[in-house]
């Protein structure tokens, strides 16, 4: 018998209905469910095999049905079928519900007093979807009233605004603890020993060439002393690591090579290296450079 939905349609969408559930209530964190947990792929598994043979029992069992019928149901049931869907009982009695209209050949109790050139005017009930629609707007627009003009709450652009701004906060929040998001805005120093070793082993891996393995200087200026010529302070000095040196002279770019944490502890390295003194050193390159200290209204 024929069926309004296919039976392969009817299991691909009940299929990844009952998928979709699975993964609403089962908590996986960030990986869908059917990776996180292997056995949710048996369940699906069982599920669709269970899909397919409810609808091959079905099949069948109309098929009995349908044999079982006379030959004037046999037809009946095949003329009902070939019925265009406005043309059904069903779709008609709908229809008649929506719209409460009146049979034509009942339009006489309609008709009103009122003629126009020959055009008479009947006097039809709203249709029930349209009336039932006019006093869902009159509740939605009390309740609307009630909560945005006397309780106050907030509006669509109130509420964007505050989003905005807490999405503002949480992208700080979140650049501070991001160490491969970490700039010379953001960056600070480190003191932890583990963090100056791994800083010094980058710095004679990489920068030593320049510098020598004791930050001396060589090609590379001096980076003992007080003189600096991008800058001191770990701001500074992460920031020409970063984007290198002066242009068309002086150091490259290790961005790109080293990580923003690695780079931070490279700058953090070079800090600890002030005042050592290094034998056969260069010459001062650069001007003294002071760390600012803030004022008191930027201290608060």
Known sequence: MKKIIPAYLRVIALF??????????????????FIKFPMVNLILLVVLVLLVAIEAVVKAADNIVYQLLSEEEKAKLAADENLKLTEKPWFKKLMSKLTRTVPIENEASLLLNHDYDGIKELDNNLPPWWVYSFYACIIFSAIYLVRFEIMGADNQEMELKKELAQAKIEVAEYMKNA?????????????E?????????????????????????????????????????????????NNGGRDGKGM?????????????KVASYIMSLKGSNPKDAKAPDGDIWEEETPSVAEAK
């Open 193 to 241: 020993p583990a963090d100056l070793a791994i800083g010094k082993t980058l710095f004679e891996n990489n920068c030593a060439a320049c510098h020598r393995a004791d930050a001396g200087g060589q090609i590379g200026p001096n980076l003992t002393d007080d003189h600096w010529i991008l800058g001191g302070g770990i701001k500074n000095i992460f920031l020409t690591i």
């Open 179 to 191: 160490p491969d998001l970490m700039d010379e805005k953001s960056v600070t120093q480190l003191t």
């Open 16 to 33: 990844f209905i009952i998928f979709g559930l699975i993964e609403y209530f089962i908590d996986s964190g960030d990986r869908p469910a």
């Open 252 to 264: 490259i770019s290790w961005k790109g090579t080293l990580k923003p944490k690695e780079i931070q």
